[in-house]
């Protein structure tokens, strides 16, 4: 049976699954008060070094363009080699910013290279291969952005394809647009059209993140996924409705609300971004952040509990507010409502409605 621990390493949350011999561990790093990005990928280091392993994934979000100077030291900080990573950024403002790092021992992770980079992580136990795709930009950021958003997912499924996997096999996408509030609309269109051409609808549609962000290449987009192809009996991949949302389908947006991933030994849930959507698939709570953050914490909550699991069950999660200055209004409510501690990233980012001033994606695990 799997067993799960939880710990902090240099101030650093660590939740580690635990299923011997394979042990992963999730590990969310944010910012001390004023502390530096260079500061902050050295505590990551510390804490990548002290558990061992091997990285499957790291995750910048929030930082500013000027960050950008850092990013080779978190490379020699946390892995020193070839680092799948996803850098998104904003303006750090507030010094809200983090760095979420996936890291597995017990099996072997082999990089994913494609186009002469490195963009991802392939790995396997002995119930499933996994793919981890993460920091793909466009290869012509002079090309418009519809145009950007089709070559990364056609990008997307060639390096699936090369790694023995179809994009069938995909559960879980993100997306994080430039001016996301000037092109979301084409960028659906595209991502629609794409899932009509491989079939997607006829089986299972990921969970999806598709929030506001700046890259490294001021490229229009920066995208992800994680995909996976079953090896034993006991393995199921499906789609979980949310008790108080409709389908995003029903709007125009090609997602569902959360996969589960059930494992002979446990289960991992993946809630999309949630944000302050009815089940008509209205924006409700018009310019009031507190209500927003409420209502997106009770449909997450519900999804959660619906699954059997709550707040002490997530082992990543990522706040996106459209002002810095609302950024309190999330550990006002979990105290509020007490809510089991959870790691948790917050960042300014613009969501994918001009009135949308909150959302949050979470992953959790239970084991069985």
Partial sequence: MGLIHKQVLADSSVITLDRSPVQEHFITVT??????????????????????????????????????????DLARAIDGTGLPTGWV???????????????????????????GRVVGSLFEDAAARYCRLTGLLPADTSRDRAEQADGILRWMDEVLTGQGLAFSDVFRTWFYNHDILDWYSDFNRVRTRFFEEKKVFDGLVPASTGIGGGNAADAALEAGLLALS??????????????LQSSARDYGSSFSRAVEVAMPDHRRLYVSGTASI????????????????????????????????????????????????DAPLLGTYCRDNALAPFPVIVAENDVCRDDLLFEIEVDAVQAK
């Avoid at 002490?312 to 200055?325: G, H, P, Q």
Wanted: a positive charge; proline letters at 5%.
């Fill in 31 to 72: 910012p001390q008060k004023g502390e530096t990005p260079d500061s902050l990928f050295r505590r990551a280091g510390e804490v990548v070094h002290a558990l061992g392993g091997q990285v499957i994934s790291a995750e910048v979000l929030g930082m500013s363009a000027q960050d950008r100077r850092w990013l080779p």
């Fill in 89 to 115: 950024e904003n303006t750090r403002a507030e010094n809200l910013c983090g760095l979420y790092i996936w890291i597995a021992s017990g099996m072997t992770v082999t990089r994913v290279q494609s186009r």
């Fill in 230 to 243: 079953p090896k034993a009996r006991g393995v199921e991949v499906y789609t979980v409705p949310s008790p």
């Fill in 278 to 325: 009815d089940k008509e698939g209205r924006t409700v709570f018009l310019d009031d952040t507190r209500a927003q953050v409420r209502l997106t914490m009770e449909v997450v909550q519900a999804i959660l509990q619906s699954r059997g699991m709550d707040w002490a069950d997530v082992t990543r999660s990522l706040a996106y507010f459209k002002r810095a200055e």
